[in-house]
């Protein structure tokens, strides 16, 4: 899992973006922030599965005369 972010962290990428926002609003954020983090953590383990379907579908594909 992602390593959670602390206020001071942040505080500093708010800042990095242009935003001002209140302390209050920080303290809000972070638990989502953190949540966001995680999820998109797990989705990544979930995406870099090495093994390949076993078939492939194509709404283009035309069936063959004989």
């Known amino acids: 899992m992602a390593t959670e972010l602390s206020l001071d962290e942040l505080r500093k990428m708010v800042s990095r973006a242009g935003l001002k926002l209140a302390e209050e609003e ?24 090495p093994l390949e379907p076993a078939g492939t579908f194509s709404a283009n594909a035309r069936k063959q005369k004989y």
């Open 26 to 49: 920080l303290q809000k954020l972070l638990p989502g922030v953190n949540r966001s983090r995680n999820q998109a953590a797990e989705l990544r383990q979930l995406m870099a599965d």
